[in-house]
């Protein structure tokens, strides 16, 4: 596309809590902005009107009969959206020629391979789904090396981290002596962790400050949201995993920080809004209007931080845990997690036994050699993880 031309967008999650305020963010810049394709998993009706709104040249449902379904509603409203099916077509549709930016949103390990095909393809890659990079750890990185892509975070600590340094990425190495990510300690920071037994999935899901889909909710209840971060900005940034560090900050509103290498210290500061990540990630370097409302730092009724205690937070400290292991043990982590959150959401889970099934199989599953080495090994690394998971989930579930 020349340097005029809209963007051409393709939203991966489309119908997401990251797919709708991309979409809104894209809905404000017309002009810079089209929307190329769209994806779901269910919710029919959602991408419909998607799709309606957005007129997308095509949408993707993996699923053939939820996709029959789009392509007829789609036909009766008239509309030339061409409707995909197959997981391949996430791949496919990432890495189409006419595509310039993915906003890779789907979550959970789902969104490794489309996210790698665009990172191959050489893509602005805009990267929400955390459990790709988790998962992809040094292959995504070559991947996108090798293919030419811009890679812009979008979990909002690492945007933070991301807006704190120099365009030029041969600088950060000697300029960053560590990096501070901030979390807020979720709806149960301050309850006593012998409590946690009976918490149930709303509880978890209701967060303080962010409004997001149900997996990362209770990720960030159980802190294994920042442990998945922790591993995710060593990817990002090319750091040691002592260089990562985690301070809880209840407010939200300094979202990361960078201490360089003279101890001056880089923050960044806004309203807890997705929508600034994601209009930085679109419009990078330059900035646009994202929606969010102004920080007044005079209503904030200060900002205050707290250590990350290993006692309350235990999932937190799996990830340097993780990140010291063999190569792949970072994609154990996450497997076991996925299972163990689904798990919980099922009710078939106690919400403290997550970390646990995290710890176990963690320390059970070894990777093998040649499994990190590719997506089909790391794939296979990841059921050999989640059949593990699963059968401690199993076990701890059914009365001894
Ligand atoms: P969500 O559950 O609201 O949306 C997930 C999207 O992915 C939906 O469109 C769903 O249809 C699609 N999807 C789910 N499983 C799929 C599969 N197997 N194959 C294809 N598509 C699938 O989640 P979210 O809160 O938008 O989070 C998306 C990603 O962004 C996650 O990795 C999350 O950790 C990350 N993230 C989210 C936030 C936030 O504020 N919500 C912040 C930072 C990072
Ligand atoms: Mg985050």
Redesign the pocket.
Known sequence: ASSNAPQQVCV????????T?TLDVIARHPDRYRVFAL?????VDELLAQCLTHQPRFAVL?DARLAADLRHRLADAGSRTEVMDG?QA?SDIAAHPEVDAVMA????A??LAPAMAAARAGKRLLL?????IVLGGALFMRAVEQGGATLLP???EHSAIFQCLPEDRSTWHARIDHIVLTASGGPFRQRDPASLADVTPEQACAHPN???????SV?SATMM?KA?EVIEARWLFNLQPEQVKVLIHPQSIIHSMVVCRDHSVLAQLGTPD?RVPIAYGLSFPERITSGASRLDLLTTQGLSFEEADERRFPGLHLSWRALRSAEGSTAVLNAANEEAVAAFLNRGLRFDQICRVNRETLDAVAPQAGEVDSVEGLLALDARARRHAQSQIQRLSSPA
Do not use: F
């Not at 962010?210 to 990362?216: N, Y």
């Open positions: 991966l999650g489309s119908t997401g809590s990251i797919g305020n994806s779901a998993m269910s919710r993996p997981l996430l949103a789907i979550v959970g789902a969104g929400a789904n955390k459990e790709a979008i979990d909002s962010w409004v997001m889909g149900r997996k990362i990720d949201n998945l997705m």
